[in-house]
């Protein structure tokens, strides 16, 4: 063999063995260690971006990174968004009448530019109107903070008269907006974790934001 292709099988095999060693995070990935109960886990280091969630009965959490494609079209996007603007004209959707209660984190302040930018997201992402199929989840990441909006409803705990065996919820941006400027941080303070858990008629949702790791849980129905 000529010293050339030594080097060249030499090479491929550092590299892929480099590879199997420090795997990368794509647009799909899975996680174990997941329930509807509990939630679900985002590790640090992933792309930024949008992501869909759902956890399997296997207690899998099923990651998949939204293109821009995947948001509702013709719909306009926010594109410069701040905690510190006034949103007073943006028009309030899907309160109903029900049960809202806001929960806060840990106090500590969360990276301001990296909240800024992953609410933006999933405010753009949810626009008009998206709609979030039984028992999917939603979240915008940017550096370690992550904000979320998670569907509760499921055919396992939606039946009739209450709910529609599994129906879909839609996230709009605009709630996103109001709920985590004016509830979430009314209560915890501007840019600090803290989530709302809403209750009427056959909703049954989340929105909130806190960084991520290990030891961070998503969308677990035991907030309630």
């Given at each position: 063999m000529h010293t050339s292709s030594i080097l060249m099988a030499a090479a491929l095999y550092t590299s892929t063995v480099t590879a199997l060693a420090t795997p990368q995070l794509s647009k799909r990935f899975s996680i174990p260690?997941?329930?509807?109960?509990?939630?679900?886990t985002i590790p640090k280091g992933i792309q930024p971006g949008t992501y869909e969630v759902f956890i399997d009965e296997a207690g899998i959490a099923h990651h998949t990174q939204l293109a821009?494609?995947?948001?509702?079209?013709?719909?306009?996007?926010?594109?410069?968004?701040s905690a510190n603007d006034d949103v007073s004209g943006l028009d309030r959707r899907q309160e109903g009448t029900g049960l809202?209660?806001?929960?806060?984190?840990?106090?500590?302040?969360?990276?301001?530019?990296?909240?800024?930018?992953?609410?933006?997201?999933?405010?753009?992402?949810?626009?008009?109107?998206?709609?979030?199929?039984?028992?999917?989840?939603?979240?915008?990441?940017?550096?370690?903070?992550?904000?979320?909006?998670?569907?509760y409803v499921t055919i396992a705990n939606s039946p009739p008269p209450f709910g529609v065996w599994g129906t879909?919820?839609?996230?709009?941006?605009?709630?996103?907006?109001?709920?985590?400027?004016?509830?979430?941080?009314g209560k915890c303070g501007s840019f600090k974790p803290g989530w709302s858990e809403d209750v009427y008629a056959k909703q049954k949702n989340s929105v909130g934001y806190h960084e991520v790791g290990g030891d961070k849980n998503f969308c677990g129905e035991g907030h309630f």
């Open positions: 260690g997941a329930s509807n109960e509990d939630g679900f821009g494609g995947d948001k509702p079209k013709n719909e306009p996007r926010v594109d410069q968004i809202r209660f806001i929960t806060c984190g840990d106090s500590k302040e969360m990276d301001r530019g990296s909240t800024d930018d992953a609410v933006r997201d999933l405010v753009n992402q949810c626009g008009n109107g998206r709609q979030v199929q039984s028992g999917h989840h939603i979240y915008s990441v940017r550096g370690n903070v992550a904000v979320f909006y998670c569907n879909p919820q839609t996230c709009y941006g605009d709630r996103v907006w109001n709920i985590i400027v004016s509830d979430i941080s």
